[in-house]
Protein backbone atom coordinates (compact mmCIF):
# COMPACT_ATOMS: atom_id res chain seq x y z
CA UNK A 1 0.00 0.00 0.00
CA UNK A 2 1.31 3.30 -0.97
CA UNK A 3 1.78 5.94 1.94
CA UNK A 4 3.98 8.17 4.62
CA UNK A 5 5.02 6.13 7.15
CA UNK A 6 6.52 8.52 10.30
CA UNK A 7 8.21 7.15 13.08
CA UNK A 8 8.39 7.15 16.02
CA UNK A 9 5.18 7.36 17.28
CA UNK A 10 5.91 8.39 20.63
CA UNK A 11 8.99 10.06 21.52
CA UNK A 12 10.23 11.33 24.99
CA UNK A 13 13.52 13.59 24.72
CA UNK A 14 15.30 15.27 27.86
CA UNK A 15 16.37 19.05 27.32
CA UNK A 16 19.22 19.54 25.51
CA UNK A 17 18.47 16.00 23.94
CA UNK A 18 18.12 16.15 19.57
CA UNK A 19 15.91 13.70 18.02
CA UNK A 20 15.15 12.92 14.59
CA UNK A 21 11.61 11.69 13.35
CA UNK A 22 11.70 9.84 10.40
CA UNK A 23 9.56 10.42 7.57
CA UNK A 24 9.08 7.93 4.36
CA UNK A 25 6.90 7.86 1.46
CA UNK A 26 6.20 5.52 -1.40
CA UNK A 27 3.85 7.57 -3.34
CA UNK A 28 6.82 8.69 -5.77
CA UNK A 29 5.93 12.51 -4.68
CA UNK A 30 8.41 15.02 -5.52
CA UNK A 31 7.20 17.29 -2.47
CA UNK A 32 7.75 16.64 0.94
CA UNK A 33 6.66 18.85 4.21
CA UNK A 34 6.84 19.33 8.24
CA UNK A 35 4.75 20.45 10.10
CA UNK A 36 4.41 21.32 13.71
CA UNK A 37 0.68 20.95 14.81
CA UNK A 38 0.07 22.44 18.63
CA UNK A 39 -3.23 22.67 20.45
CA UNK A 40 -5.42 25.73 19.20
CA UNK A 41 -3.08 26.51 16.48
CA UNK A 42 -3.79 25.42 12.80
CA UNK A 43 -0.66 23.33 11.07
CA UNK A 44 2.86 25.50 10.74
CA UNK A 45 5.62 24.45 8.29
CA UNK A 46 8.84 23.81 9.20
CA UNK A 47 10.54 23.15 6.10
CA UNK A 48 9.57 22.29 3.12
CA UNK A 49 11.48 20.23 -0.19
CA UNK A 50 10.23 20.51 -3.51
CA UNK A 51 12.94 17.73 -5.36
CA UNK A 52 16.00 15.88 -3.61
CA UNK A 53 19.05 18.09 -2.61
CA UNK A 54 17.17 20.98 -1.90
CA UNK A 55 14.32 21.87 0.50
CA UNK A 56 13.37 25.45 2.24
CA UNK A 57 12.50 26.97 5.43
CA UNK A 58 8.86 27.56 6.39
CA UNK A 59 7.30 29.78 9.22
CA UNK A 60 8.93 28.29 12.00
CA UNK A 61 12.51 26.66 10.87
CA UNK A 62 14.05 27.91 13.87
CA UNK A 63 15.64 24.88 16.09
CA UNK A 64 15.18 22.43 13.39
CA UNK A 65 17.16 20.89 10.83
CA UNK A 66 16.54 18.68 7.83
CA UNK A 67 17.60 16.42 4.66
CA UNK A 68 16.81 15.24 1.37
CA UNK A 69 19.08 13.24 0.19
CA UNK A 70 16.68 10.55 -1.34
CA UNK A 71 13.53 10.79 -3.02
CA UNK A 72 11.76 8.69 -0.29
CA UNK A 73 13.24 10.29 2.79
CA UNK A 74 12.82 13.37 4.63
CA UNK A 75 13.70 13.20 7.80
CA UNK A 76 13.68 15.95 10.74
CA UNK A 77 16.06 16.77 13.39
CA UNK A 78 14.20 18.68 16.53
CA UNK A 79 17.95 20.35 17.89
CA UNK A 80 18.51 21.21 21.50
CA UNK A 81 17.78 25.16 20.27
CA UNK A 82 14.14 24.58 20.36
CA UNK A 83 13.04 26.29 22.62
CA UNK A 84 9.11 24.93 23.10
CA UNK A 85 9.55 21.36 21.00
CA UNK A 86 6.64 19.44 22.70
CA UNK A 87 4.56 19.20 19.59
CA UNK A 88 2.29 16.80 17.45
CA UNK A 89 4.69 16.42 13.98
CA UNK A 90 3.10 15.63 10.88
CA UNK A 91 4.94 15.28 7.57
CA UNK A 92 3.20 14.99 4.29
CA UNK A 93 3.89 15.08 0.95
CA UNK A 94 2.52 15.87 -2.91
CA UNK A 95 2.88 15.40 -6.67
CA UNK A 96 4.85 17.89 -8.36
CA UNK A 97 3.00 20.19 -9.92
CA UNK A 98 2.55 19.83 -13.60
CA UNK A 99 -0.02 20.89 -16.68
CA UNK A 100 -3.77 20.79 -15.69
CA UNK A 101 -5.24 21.26 -12.56
CA UNK A 102 -3.60 20.42 -9.03
CA UNK A 103 -5.12 20.99 -6.25
CA UNK A 104 -2.22 20.75 -3.90
CA UNK A 105 -3.56 17.82 -2.52
CA UNK A 106 -1.25 16.59 0.98
CA UNK A 107 -1.08 13.46 2.09
CA UNK A 108 -0.14 13.14 5.56
CA UNK A 109 1.90 10.32 7.97
CA UNK A 110 -0.08 9.73 11.26
CA UNK A 111 1.98 11.39 13.08
CA UNK A 112 5.12 11.26 15.69
CA UNK A 113 4.03 12.85 19.25
CA UNK A 114 7.81 14.79 21.11
CA UNK A 115 7.39 15.25 24.55
CA UNK A 116 10.67 16.95 26.45
CA UNK A 117 10.76 15.84 29.91
CA UNK B 1 -5.97 38.97 12.70
CA UNK B 2 -4.69 35.48 11.84
CA UNK B 3 -5.63 34.76 8.01
CA UNK B 4 -7.82 31.67 8.44
CA UNK B 5 -10.01 31.56 11.26
CA UNK B 6 -12.20 28.50 12.32
CA UNK B 7 -14.06 28.43 15.70
CA UNK B 8 -12.40 25.85 17.98
CA UNK B 9 -15.61 23.76 19.63
CA UNK B 10 -16.44 21.79 20.54
CA UNK B 11 -19.53 21.28 18.42
CA UNK B 12 -21.40 18.38 19.62
CA UNK B 13 -24.95 17.34 17.64
CA UNK B 14 -27.13 14.36 17.84
CA UNK B 15 -26.58 11.51 14.86
CA UNK B 16 -28.54 12.02 12.00
CA UNK B 17 -28.46 15.94 12.77
CA UNK B 18 -27.34 18.62 9.76
CA UNK B 19 -23.99 19.69 10.64
CA UNK B 20 -22.48 23.34 9.69
CA UNK B 21 -18.78 23.61 10.11
CA UNK B 22 -17.25 27.40 9.13
CA UNK B 23 -14.28 29.06 8.50
CA UNK B 24 -13.66 32.68 7.09
CA UNK B 25 -10.38 34.18 5.99
CA UNK B 26 -8.91 37.13 5.28
CA UNK B 27 -6.91 37.08 2.39
CA UNK B 28 -8.68 37.94 -0.69
CA UNK B 29 -6.16 36.32 -3.14
CA UNK B 30 -7.12 32.84 -1.34
CA UNK B 31 -8.58 30.55 -5.23
CA UNK B 32 -8.14 27.10 -3.35
CA UNK B 33 -9.80 25.91 -0.60
CA UNK B 34 -10.07 22.94 1.33
CA UNK B 35 -11.52 20.88 3.95
CA UNK B 36 -9.25 17.93 5.69
CA UNK B 37 -11.02 15.92 8.47
CA UNK B 38 -8.63 14.54 10.93
CA UNK B 39 -9.29 11.53 13.63
CA UNK B 40 -7.68 11.53 16.77
CA UNK B 41 -3.97 11.03 17.21
CA UNK B 42 -4.14 10.55 13.13
CA UNK B 43 -2.53 12.75 10.27
CA UNK B 44 -5.45 14.84 8.54
CA UNK B 45 -7.22 13.67 5.34
CA UNK B 46 -8.80 15.44 2.30
CA UNK B 47 -12.04 15.82 2.65
CA UNK B 48 -12.92 17.85 0.01
CA UNK B 49 -11.81 20.68 -2.24
CA UNK B 50 -13.39 24.04 -3.78
CA UNK B 51 -12.00 26.41 -6.89
CA UNK B 52 -13.21 30.01 -6.42
CA UNK B 53 -16.56 30.50 -5.17
CA UNK B 54 -19.80 27.94 -5.38
CA UNK B 55 -21.02 24.37 -3.82
CA UNK B 56 -19.45 21.27 -4.47
CA UNK B 57 -21.40 18.14 -3.30
CA UNK B 58 -19.68 14.73 -2.45
CA UNK B 59 -22.27 12.34 -1.20
CA UNK B 60 -22.81 13.23 2.45
CA UNK B 61 -20.51 16.13 2.41
CA UNK B 62 -21.29 19.69 0.26
CA UNK B 63 -18.54 22.43 0.63
CA UNK B 64 -19.56 26.15 0.10
CA UNK B 65 -17.67 28.82 -0.85
CA UNK B 66 -18.31 33.02 -0.64
CA UNK B 67 -15.62 34.40 -1.53
CA UNK B 68 -17.50 38.14 -1.08
CA UNK B 69 -18.34 37.50 2.19
CA UNK B 70 -14.68 35.30 2.58
CA UNK B 71 -16.44 32.20 4.07
CA UNK B 72 -16.60 28.93 4.08
CA UNK B 73 -18.72 26.18 4.97
CA UNK B 74 -18.89 22.42 4.97
CA UNK B 75 -22.19 20.76 5.25
CA UNK B 76 -22.56 17.50 6.30
CA UNK B 77 -26.04 15.37 5.98
CA UNK B 78 -26.81 12.36 7.88
CA UNK B 79 -24.39 12.87 10.39
CA UNK B 80 -22.90 9.51 12.17
CA UNK B 81 -20.54 8.51 15.24
CA UNK B 82 -17.58 8.20 12.70
CA UNK B 83 -17.93 11.88 11.36
CA UNK B 84 -16.85 12.67 14.56
CA UNK B 85 -13.19 14.17 13.91
CA UNK B 86 -11.87 17.56 13.89
CA UNK B 87 -12.32 19.25 11.26
CA UNK B 88 -9.94 21.73 8.89
CA UNK B 89 -10.17 24.16 6.79
CA UNK B 90 -6.84 25.11 4.76
CA UNK B 91 -6.63 27.73 2.13
CA UNK B 92 -4.27 28.99 -0.95
CA UNK B 93 -3.75 31.30 -3.21
CA UNK B 94 -3.54 30.28 -7.50
CA UNK B 95 0.81 30.88 -7.49
CA UNK B 96 1.68 29.55 -4.19
CA UNK B 97 0.99 25.99 -3.35
CA UNK B 98 2.10 26.65 0.57
CA UNK B 99 -1.65 26.02 2.38
CA UNK B 100 -2.55 28.11 4.90
CA UNK B 101 -4.35 26.38 8.17
CA UNK B 102 -7.49 27.03 10.25
CA UNK B 103 -6.81 25.85 14.30
CA UNK B 104 -9.96 23.21 12.97
CA UNK B 105 -13.24 22.73 14.46
CA UNK B 106 -13.80 19.41 16.89
CA UNK B 107 -17.03 18.01 16.16
CA UNK B 108 -18.23 15.45 18.14
CA UNK B 109 -21.69 13.17 16.54
CA UNK B 110 -23.67 11.59 19.57
CA UNK B 111 -25.28 8.43 19.26
Known amino acids: DGGITQSPKYLFRKEGQNVTLSCEQNLNHDAMYWYRQDPGQGLRLIYY???????QKGDIAEGYSVSREKKESFPLTVTSAQKNPTAFYLCASSSRLAGGVNTGELFFGEGSRLTVL | QKEVEQDPGPLSVPEGAIVSLNCTYSNSAFQYFMWYRQYSRKGPELLMY??SSGNKEDGRFTAQVDKSSKYISLFIRDSQPSDSATYLCADRVESNYQLIWGAGTKLIIKP
Open chain 1, 49 to 55: SQIVNDF
Open chain 2, 50 to 51: TY
